[in-house]
């Protein structure tokens, strides 16, 4: 079974600062799919990035990006030129790449990050 | 574009009850996944709905049940309500399920067993 892990509970930064935020996952699989997704207090999960895993490139999104460290397992979340509006908890997931798993994402803790003024 | 609908976004019920929750899929949709999100356990998968079968289960009692109907709405069931149930609900779409086609969250249904 696979398993992600983040960390950080908590995390603050300060306005227009950079922040990275930690993610490690375990699987046997080789190929499989990684998410950051972001829950306001609206509640809705918002999906920020996405990193397939046979693509080493990192992906980007604005000013979100990630580290991909495939040998590692490692999946950090870096947040460019930080807005009040980045506040939210923020989640790793996993999702398998094989069709019998269907859409099933197994998700971190959480990582609540706070944007100071 | 409608986006993923979840009815009720509160529900108060006690011990014992049981109870439904809805979600609508943005419309295309075909796949709907329930999520439990708890300050204790954090988010765990309950079930998938695909073209009205489940087709992938996570570990939860059978209490807890669902089923999807042919416009691929989706319903999920608790009986026997435990206080351990309180929870946020989530739902979220996509268009068949594959494991390249993005997820789309609704807002969920906040459960509280009194």
């Known amino acids: 079974a696979q398993t992600v892990t983040q960390s950080q509970p908590e995390m603050s930064v300060q306005e227009a600062e950079t922040v990275t935020l930690s993610c490690t996952y375990d699987?046997?699989?080789?190929?499989?799919?990684l998410f950051w997704y972001k829950q306001p207090p609206s509640r809705q999960m918002i999906l920020v990035i996405r990193?397939?895993?046979?693509?080493?490139q990192n992906a980007t999104e604005n000013r979100f990006s990630v580290n991909f460290q495939k040998a590692a397992k490692s999946f950090s979340l870096k947040i460019s030129d930080s807005q009040l509006g980045d506040a939210a908890m923020y989640f790793c997931a996993y999702r398998s790449a094989r069709e019998t798993s269907g859409s099933r994402l197994t998700f971190g803790e959480g990582t609540q990050l706070t944007v100071n003024p | 574009k409608a986006g993923v609908t979840q009815t009720p976004r509160y529900l108060i019920k006690t011990r014992g009850q049981q109870v439904t929750l809805s979600c609508s899929p943005i419309s295309g949709h075909r796949s709907v996944s329930w999520y439990q999100q708890t300050p204790g356990q954090g988010l765990q998968f309950l079930f998938e709905y695909f073209s009205e079968t489940q087709r992938n289960k996570g570990n939860f009692p059978g209490r807890f049940s669902g089923r999807q109907f042919s416009n691929s709405r989706s319903e999920m069931n608790v009986s026997t309500l435990e206080l351990g149930d309180s929870a946020l609900y989530l739902c979220?779409?996509?268009?068949?399920?594959?494991?390249?086609?993005?997820?789309?969250f609704g807002d969920g249904t906040r459960l509280s067993i009194l």
């Open positions: 979220a779409s996509s268009l068949a399920g594959l494991s390249n086609q993005p997820q789309h």
């Open positions: 990193q397939e895993a046979y693509k080493q």
């Open positions: 699987t046997s699989e080789s190929d499989y799919y």
